[in-house]
């Protein structure tokens, strides 16, 4: 699995914020702030809900500029399906508190069709392996069994009774607890968001 500089097999790390990885039918990329605001207006109201950034929390650039969203706090990615190219799944990585926090959402027509776990576990690979980030928190609303079932087949362990927890929107939601660990985890990346 390991290669080369980029500790994650496929991941492209050309310069900046520019990461990019591709399996057979997902391409996954960091998310441009326009391609993020025209994706909202796709996302049924279930999606919206989940979504870590919405499209008011991310302002105007002053010079009209396209930036990738990879920030100080925050990394967003946009899963793609290689067929069709349309966005299929946002995965915000944000930190909270000093702790790594990672969260998922899939719109509605990929829903039950294996997409969100795969673009988690591609986030994880180059959380882990590429940003060095030892250990991720994630959240599954009290009762969410498909969360539940995507964050522990990515590896997650729950770690926890159900407590308050915050979304990257602002959004507080009760959530059971999931940690991800990785002890070979090492930082690669030349230009990491934090």
Do not use: K, N
Request: glycine fraction near 12%; aromatic fraction near 6%; proline fraction near 5%.
């Amino acid at each position: 699995m390991l290669f080369g500089g980029t500790g994650v097999a496929g991941l492209t790390c050309p310069l900046g914020a520019v990461h990019s990885i591709e399996t057979a039918r997902l391409r996954l990329v960091v998310a441009r702030r326009r391609e993020l605001v025209a994706h909202w207006d796709t996302l049924d109201e279930e999606a919206r809900r989940w979504v870590g950034v919405q499209p008011r929390d991310l302002g105007d650039e002053p010079d009209g500029s396209d930036p990738l969203l990879w920030h100080e706090d925050r990394a967003l990615f946009l899963g793609h399906d290689t067929e069709t190219g349309r966005i299929v799944s946002v995965v915000t990585l944000w930190r909270d508190a000093g702790e790594h926090v990672v969260s998922v959402t899939v719109g509605a027509p990929w829903r039950r069709r294996g997409y969100g776990a795969e673009s988690l576990a591609l986030v994880c690979a180059i959380a882990h392996r590429h940003l060095g980030i030892a250990r991720l928190h994630a959240g599954s609303a009290d009762g969410d069994e498909a969360a539940a079932r995507c964050l522990s087949g990515c590896g997650f362990g729950a770690v926890g009774a159900p407590a308050l927890f915050t979304l990257p929107s602002g959004r507080v939601i009760e959530a059971r607890p999931w940690e991800r660990t990785d002890a070979e985890a090492r930082l690669r990346c030349r230009h990491p968001p934090w």
